[in-house]
Nanobody
Framework: HVQLVESGGGSVPAGGSLRLSCTASAYRHGRHFIGWFRQTPGKEREGVAAVDIDNSTVYAESIKGRFTVSLDQVKNILVLQLNNLTPEDTAVYYC???????????????????WGQGTQVTVS
């Protein structure tokens, strides 16, 4: 089954940038949606950005214009570039792959079956 490993988290001041990477094994573009989610203590996991099976990208409203998601289909690496970070972006960021039940649900964490271990992003 699909295995996902995130890297690139860290601590930055407000206004800073980070680049998160997710290496996917046993992943086949065109069969799975793949994306980034984040979670803070006491809150539900929320969708941040995703790439659907035709390579279109979907973003949460809260991060539009600041984050960019891209997929290297040859290396099976999903990248999330985070710019102009704010303390509200502090969270554990997860990479996930799965089969959303509809395009409306592309950022629904409940529709994703495979998850990485997460990487911490802290903005002060």
């Amino acid at each position: 089954h699909v295995q996902l490993v995130e890297s690139g988290g860290g601590s930055v001041p407000a206004g800073g940038s980070l680049r998160l990477s997710c290496t996917a094994s046993a992943y086949r573009h065109g069969r799975h949606f793949i994306g980034w989610f984040r979670q803070t203590p006491g809150k539900e996991r929320e969708g941040v950005a995703a790439v659907d099976i035709d390579n279109s990208t979907v973003y949460a409203e809260s991060i539009k214009g600041r984050f960019t998601v891209s997929l290297d289909q040859v290396k099976n690496i999903l990248v999330l570039q985070l710019n102009n970070l704010t303390p509200e972006d502090t969270a554990v960021y997860y990479c996930a792959a799965g089969h959303p039940k509809s395009l409306y649900r592309v950022l629904w964490s409940s529709d994703y079956q495979y998850w990485g271990q997460g990487t911490q992003v802290t903005v002060s």
